[in-house]
């Protein structure tokens, strides 16, 4: 069985027609900004869970979306911090750089807002797809003029890998909890299984969501051990007794070095968004500002062929590799030229920069004054080792 969108009438201009397979956090960016300025073109998302967006919590700096892009967010109930704060062994700072966070929950709901149910096919499960059609389990085949692959990520060959993976929980207190704002990095906690570091947000005067994650060279994630530590963390707020009111949990790859043609050849016709493509952070895995820069470049193109998505798609990923290659740099640092318990000191050793090269830090706009301030300073770790882990790019 096959279907094809509905035709234009004979006295309209051709409607493009484009399948976004995932909705997720990047695909559902994307659809969102097409049904906001592109109207006229036919989109339909297809997704295998019940809702889109998984269960996650998606988080970015203030300064990581510029102004030109902030409207793709329009309608997403987000929480929103105007500061944030880091701790560690020899340093504890309160940053002026506003911190915002959206859960899935929120995401799905701006989608079935934004959306016609005609738009999109939730629990739905796609057995293959090609540049211009998708296979379904159920056998049915849908033809576009274009499919973009926003399916999360994928097999990464000929990277240099190591792994950031976390467990979270959402707690709900019987008293405030007195946790101001976001502590992003609490590196102040036993260092366990690489760099470690517990993550809170508070949500509500009476709701955290706490995380326990690390930086570390095996993917593989005892959600058990992390329960029982996010417990502890739970028990010292001095709140009361929580309760658990949502559990997530994430292995995202942190490149250190590889190759972008190996993770996107450019043989492959299908153009991609998301993690799958390479867009995130290859430090924080953060992946919400390259989602909502891809959404509103796609909304404003005027050929949705899959070989234009795909060729423009592709060179934006290549240039976010390109410009990002320093960041590899410091993962390598932060993964092999330390001990593992020590590797918390590369970041605390960051951390003593001013505000501003900081949020260029997170946006991915680092400057060239900005990079050598990173590596100037008393060295973190042994200087031999430093140089060691910069020089081992992938061929």
């Known amino acids: ?172 207190f019987p008293t405030p909890h007195k946790v101001a704002r976001p502590i992003i990095m609490d590196a102040t906690v036993p260092q366990h299984d690489g760099y470690r570091f517990v993550y809170y947000l508070p949500m509500s005067a009476t709701q955290v969501l706490i995380e326990d994650t690390y930086y570390s060279a095996g993917a593989a994630l005892d959600r058990d051990a992390l329960r029982q530590r996010l417990e502890q963390a739970a028990a010292a707020l001095g709140a009361g007794e929580p309760a658990v009111e949502d559990e997530e949990h994430g292995v995202l790859p942190v490149v250190m070095g590889g190759d972008f043609d190996a993770l996107w050849p450019n043989s492959d016709p299908i153009p991609r968004l998301g993690l799958r493509g390479g867009f995130f952070h290859p430090t924080t895995s953060y992946s919400l500002p390259d989602a909502a820069a891809n959404a509103a470049w796609l909304a404003a193109q005027t050929d949705y062929s899959a070989a234009a998505l795909t060729t423009g798609l592709r060179a934006r990923g290549a240039k976010m590799w390109r410009e990002r290659g320093f960041y590899r740099l410091l993962n390598r640092m932060l993964f092999r030229a330390a001990e593992p318990d020590q590797s918390y000191r590369v970041l605390e050793h960051f951390y003593r920069l001013p505000p501003g090269p900081i949020a260029r830090f997170y946006a991915g ?31």
Not at 365 to 393: Q, Y
Request: contains cysteine; hydrophobic residues 40%.
């Open 365 to 395: 706009r680092l400057t060239a004054f900005d990079k050598l301030r990173v590596l100037t300073g008393k060295p973190p770790v042994p200087i031999g080792r430093a140089l060691s882990a910069i020089f081992r790019e992938a061929a």
């Open 1 to 172: 069985m096959s279907c094809r969108f509905r035709q234009a009438p004979s006295d309209q201009a051709f409607v493009s027609r484009i399948v976004i397979a995932g909705g997720g956090l990047a695909g559902g960016l994307a659809a969102l900004a097409l049904a906001r300025r592109r109207p006229e073109v036919e989109l339909l998302v297809i997704d295998q869970g019940a809702d889109f967006g998984g269960n996650h919590t998606w988080s970015f700096f203030d300064t990581d979306i510029p102004p030109d892009t902030r409207w793709v967010l329009d309608g997403i109930d987000a929480v929103r911090w105007t500061d944030h704060e880091i701790r560690f062994p020899r340093r504890r700072r309160t940053i002026p750089i506003g911190y915002n966070s959206i859960r899935s929950a929120a995401l799905d709901a701006a989608l079935k807002g934004s959306l016609r149910p005609a738009q999109y096919r939730l629990g739905t499960e796609i057995a293959g797809f090609g540049p211009t059609e998708v296979q379904l389990a159920n056998g049915e085949t849908i033809a576009a003029d274009a499919v973009i692959d926003a399916r999360g990520p994928g097999p990464m060959p000929g990277q240099q890998l190591g792994w950031q993976k976390f467990v979270g929980r959402l707690y709900r």
